[in-house]
């Protein structure tokens, strides 16, 4: 809560983890006036989960106890949230039980509450059996509000007959602002970046960032990296940054290719942002994925992106910087950065990925934060003075 305000708007948040992306929301939505957020995470991380967050500033931070199995949140606290002295409630989904539990809560008490969705697979949006979407629009129905992360979230909604007006775009984003300042001797940083891992300066580098799990398709980059190789294009290699449980099925996999795909295990946020100015393209093959705030990392790197019809952020932030492919088209990836060898249209789709991000920011995100809160209180009739302008 900032200084100055006597009766500040009680929010409560109902989430899983800390993630550094998350900190920074928080930390830029406490400075709006007139707020007071509590933060109610179920554990301190995931499987596969490596980040190591720091606090967030202007927001109370509370570690609710229990269980925690692949993700899966049990936590009995959350019976307690919906009968504190809180104005509004905030859920994440509801794809773990201890959200489920709250939406649950605050539907039968009539609590105002807003679901919050960090996206959807486009592939999402297509026909399900009928007790899978039975069961996602019970729990969907009911908020006064939603903060929906991007158009597929907000179509799948639509799909459960939300109205439109009900929907706030969230602008699910990173620090953008933190890459930028990076870009500052990016030159020299490119350079000892790829001496360290045994890079030519006029070598094409596609890098891939995440978790080494299966959906993320990284064996399709793989493959398509084989293809170029063996279509003599030797200049290209794929660097694969992250860690995680398919990093030896993967490895032994490239065992043959060596000279051509470089595994760096997980790396620190600070050296992350140097493997981005270190590379050329910027690849997402992934399978599924609701959104995947690696493609805002590289745009924020000026980065030409390639990914799949199978990303959240496909449908937002890939339009004329780079090529959406469908999930597993090896030969589509292959073509795709095949394309992107030409300096020409690399400097041209990278400097459009920089445009676009500027654009979906925390202070986009912020200002959809506010624009909700208005309407939330309009909708429950909220007479006190506070509009949050």
């Known amino acids: 809560m900032r200084s100055g305000v006597e009766n500040p708007l009680r929010i409560a948040i109902v989430t899983n983890i800390q993630t550094p992306y998350r900190q920074k929301q928080w930390e830029c939505y406490s400075k709006i006036d007139g707020l007071n957020i509590t933060v109610y995470y179920c554990s301190k991380s995931e499987r596969n989960r490596y980040w190591s967050v720091l606090p967030a500033g202007g927001v109370r931070e509370v570690f609710l106890k229990g269980v925690n199995y ?11 949230i919906p009968f504190q002295k809180f104005d509004l409630f905030l859920v994440t989904g509801y794809g773990f039980p201890t959200a489920a539990i709250a939406i649950v809560l605050l539907k039968l008490f009539k609590r105002n509450w807003a679901m919050i969705s960090d996206g959807v697979a486009p592939q999402k949006l297509k026909a399900e059996a009928w007790y899978t979407r039975a069961v996602k629009r019970f729990f969907t129905e009911g908020a006064t509000a939603y903060f929906a992360n991007g158009t597929a979230a907000k179509n799948l909604l639509m799909q459960f007959d939300i109205a439109e007006e009900k929907i706030f775009n969230q602008y699910l984003t990173v620090d953008v602002k933190y890459f ?8 020299e940083k490119r350079i000892r970046t790829r001496h360290k891992y045994g890079i030519r300066e006029d070598t094409i580098v596609v890098i891939y960032v995440g978790r080494l799990i299966p959906h993320k398709g990284i064996q399709d980059l793989i493959q ?3 293809g170029l190789v063996k279509r003599k294009k030797n200049n290209v290699i794929a660097l694969i940054v992250g860690g995680g449980e398919e990093k030896e099925r993967l490895q032994s996999n490239t065992k043959n290719l060596q000279q051509n795909v470089i595994f760096t295990g997980f790396v620190e946020p600070y050296e992350l942002c140097l493997c981005y100015y270190a590379s050329d393209i910027f690849c997402l093959p992934t399978h599924h994925d609701p959104w995947g705030l690696v493609v805002n990392e590289a745009m924020a790197c000026a980065l030409p992106i390639i990914t799949t019809n199978a990303a959240g952020a496909s449908v937002d932030l890939v339009k004329n910087n780079g090529y959406v492919v469908s999930a597993g088209d090896v030969s589509g990836l292959s073509s795709a950065i095949e394309a992107l060898i030409d300096a020409d249209v690399r400097e041209a789709f990278g400097t459009e990925s920089r445009r676009m991000i500027l654009n979906w920011t925390y202070i986009e995100s912020s200002q959809s934060f506010k624009n909700m809160l208005n309407y939330m209180k309009m909708m429950r009739h909220d007479e006190s003075d506070t509009d949050f302008d």
């Open 180 to 187: 930028l300042e990076n870009e500052k001797a990016s030159k």
């Open 224 to 226: 398509a990296i084989e």
């Open 70 to 80: 692949r993700g899966w949140h049990f936590n009995p606290g959350v019976f307690l």
